[in-house]
Every structure is written in C-alpha cells, then in structure tokens.
C-alpha cells in the first residue's frame, strides 16, 4: 500500500533539535538511504515557500490567479516523502523516523487509485 507521508514546517520554527536528542534521531540523507535500501521509497520532494505559489480559481467560468498560499497559515507542508510498505503501522513507523516529525510533525495518508483506497 501506498502512502503519503506529509513534512510540516514554521518559518518561525528552528530546525534544530535538543542537543541531547541529536545522536538518536536520522536526517535526512539517512532516512532515504535507510526507506531506499528497504525497498518502501517510492518518491520524495522538497516543497518551495508557500509565498511563491499561486492559487487558482474558477468562478462562472472566468479563472483568476492569487499569488501566495492557498491558506493564510502559520503552518505549511514543506515536503513529502511517498512510501510502498505493507502496511498503515508500517507508514507510521516510517513516519516517527522523519526528521520533520521531532518539530511539529508528519501526516500519513493512504493514496488511492483510480479504483479507490487499496486498504
């Protein structure tokens, strides 16, 4: 099963954690390799800024175009990494290794096909 593991972030925030949690927790690089190496990796991206977005609206057929976020919001979704494992205990797992999840944390999603959840 697919899921979507989505990295939040503050711009106010400092991302760095306690000095005494550094030796245990994995960054990124380490988290990939380790998903990579377990054959669960199915993609991950960086997200730019929300102010350099654009949202886009239709309304009685005329589009119009806002730049910035979509939400005016404290927090934003910085990255995602999509995994392939057995299952959503598995996801969650993967989720608590995140580096992101020791600041304000990752949601897990299932992802659907066009046939719908494959749960």
């Known amino acids: 099963m697919k899921f979507l593991l989505n990295v939040y972030q503050r711009p106010s925030m400092v991302a760095s954690p306690p000095e005494d949690e550094r030796d245990e927790l994995l960054d990124h690089e380490e988290f990939v390799t380790m998903v990579t190496e377990s054959g669960e990796l199915v993609g991950v ?63 897990v999603r299932p992802l659907m096909g066009s046939a719908g959840m494959e749960m």
């Open 45 to 107: 991206e960086a997200i730019a800024d929300p102010s350099t977005g654009a949202v886009v609206r239709v309304r009685g057929g005329v589009p119009t175009v806002t730049d910035g976020p979509y939400l005016e919001a404290e927090d934003f979704v910085a990255g995602y990494y999509v995994v392939d494992c057995e299952s959503r205990e598995r996801a969650v797992e993967l989720a608590a290794l995140v580096p992101g999840a020791r600041f304000l944390g990752v949601e």
